[in-house]
């Protein structure tokens, strides 16, 4: 029987998955750990495209969680944070690590929302529970955990562990010879976009890329990568036009980057990755001070304008690629340091 310490690795989503996966590759290549990844059947692609096999589990209740950390045994839980606190793998496996008194290192995929992962105690003076670490993508992100009251000593900066994937991935060279724009569909804006008073979601979005597309001397291809969770611009037929395609849902999304010219997106990190691979990146995003802002770190940070009107959208199309923001920002998301082995170390760390 092997004495080697266990790692279990899971999350429900596929955003947590593109940050496991490549951690999961890092401590399995060192050989020094036994290793077990969990997914739902919605984070199983993602794993799988990451080249990390993962077990799909579904668990009905906590107790089920609770029972399939108990058999795994592990030394350290590795997991994301998404979901729903109640029901998502995410905060079920976190709940059974604590009461087994596993550690429990938690990988943050994005910049959005992350306050709001962490579930306050009733009484609103602190957090009903802390993973033991807490990985972030930069030390902006950071700053805004331990300005919520998270304490400084449970954060630890280590960069999104995709970008190694990234650097050390070789991908095919397009054969494409037509102008490929990708449009990464975002559910949320249907969700969301409404609410916010702005009438702006996906399908406005769309039709803007349609109609600049029209004006373009070469009629480009637009390839539309719908979101795994949601499908939703299929359903609303603005897809019916011969210029677009509509990729498989389980295409590889890091593989449509590389082949493309030019990237559409809402909040997608994928935008984010796109722009750090030399991307020509339009984000498009309801204007005003609205929470919409918080959701894209590339206009956030002023590092791209928001393509919230036609106008808008064809100045950033007519414009040149800046390659200085797009070295500023490789430079602040340690795009130039194996950033799935610093996570991989920082989980090692927890096992001493």
């Not at 897809?239 to 030019?262: G, R, S, T």
């Not at 007519?318 to 989980?347: G, V, Y």
Request: proline share 5%; net charge negative.
């Amino acid at each position: 029987m092997s004495s080697r310490k266990k790692i279990l690795i899971g999350s429900g989503f596929p955003g947590g998955a593109a940050c496991l996966a490549p951690v999961a590759a890092s401590i399995k290549r060192t050989g020094a750990y036994g290793l077990s990844c969990v997914c739902t059947a919605l984070s199983k692609g993602t794993f799988e495209l990451l080249n990390c096999p993962a077990e799909i589990c579904s668990f009905e209740n906590d107790r089920d969680a609770f029972r399939l950390v108990e058999e795994k045994d592990p030394a350290l839980l590795i997991s994301g944070l998404l979901g729903e606190f109640e029901t998502s793998m995410d905060y079920r496996l976190q709940r059974a690590a604590r009461n087994l008194k596993i550690p429990v290192l938690t990988v943050l995929d994005s910049w959005m929302h992350l306050p709001e992962r962490f579930v306050r105690s009733k009484d609103g003076s602190g957090f009903e529970y802390l993973p033991d670490m807490i990985s972030v993508m930069d030390q902006k992100c950071a700053d805004k955990l331990v300005h919520h009251g998270i304490p400084s000593g449970n954060i630890a900066v280590t960069g999104h562990p995709i970008i190694q994937y990234l650097k050390e991935k070789i991908y095919k060279p397009s054969s494409f010879t037509k102008t490929t724009w990708v449009f990464y569909s975002e559910p949320l804006s249907i969700v969301y976009g409404d609410t916010l008073g702005t009438g702006f979601n996906e399908v406005e979005a769309f039709s803007m890329v349609i109609k600049a597309s029209r004006n373009e001397q070469n009629t480009p291809r637009i390839q539309v990568k719908e979101h795994p969770r949601h499908s939703t611009l299929e359903k609303t037929g603005c897809l019916e036009n011969p210029q677009v395609e509509l990729v498989d849902i389980n295409a590889d999304p890091y593989q449509l980057i590389f082949d493309a010219d030019i990237i559409f997106g809402m909040s997608s990190s994928l935008l984010v990755w796109a722009f750090l691979l030399g991307k020509k990146v339009v984000p498009m995003l309801p204007g005003g001070d609205s929470d919409w802002q918080d959701m894209n770190i590339l206009i956030r940070r002023n590092y791209i304008p928001n393509a919230n009107t036609q106008d808008a959208l064809k100045k950033i199309l007519d414009s040149e690629i800046d390659s200085s923001l797009q070295d500023k920002l490789r430079a602040e998301l340690f795009w130039h340091r194996n950033t799935a082995d610093e996570c991989a170390d920082l989980a090692y760390s927890l096992l001493k």
